[in-house]
């Protein structure tokens, strides 16, 4: 039988992480339509909802849990993939959120009263700091089975926090 040549190997795991990559990217640019933005959604909106996942994947659990009787490595296996399987969801949920947040933002500024021409500027910015923390969480989830903690969503949150104030303060100007 023939040996593979390692480049060939090399090769092919480059494309598979390539497609895996730009799949994701796909996946983030997504963008939601405008029948998404619920005033009375956004009225009771709150990012907060999102906290429990800081600690969804943190290793003081998984270390707690091994020290207790009973508790083996295949049960250790399966919590941590079903850990990993909600946080992917609240990923997903944050994303679609941003989107509506973001389109709230841009619509309640296209009917400001007040000319704001910095405006469209800063919510790109918003938009590619949040794409780029979540680019993030999601590569940080990727490692999380070999070991690594993928906990921490604090700029994805931060980002989410901050497109929520500016509608917030957008909505204020446009109902004066």
Known sequence: MAEIPLWLIAGGLA?????????????????????DVDPDW?????????????????????????STDGWTPELEEAFRSGRRRLYRRYLRLISRDF????????????????DRPDLGMV???????????????????????????????R???????SVNSRVRALAVQSAA
């Open 123 to 153: 919510l790109l910015r918003e938009q590619v700091a949040f794409r780029k923390a979540l680019a993030g969480a999601y590569l940080r989830l990727a490692f999380h089975p070999f070991g690594y903690e993928a906990g921490d969503v």
């Open 99 to 114: 989107g509506r947040l973001h389109m709230a933002a841009r619509t309640l500024a296209l009917l400001s009263p007040v």
């Open 42 to 66: 956004l009225a009771n909106y709150s990012p907060a909802r999102y906290r429990p996942m800081e600690r969804l994947l943190a290793l003081k659990d998984f270390e707690f849990l091994r």
């Open 155 to 161: 700029n994805v949150l931060r980002a989410l926090e």
């Open 15 to 35: 494309v598979v992480l390539t497609l895996a990559s730009l799949a994701v990217v796909a996946r983030l640019l997504l963008v939601p339509r405008r029948g």
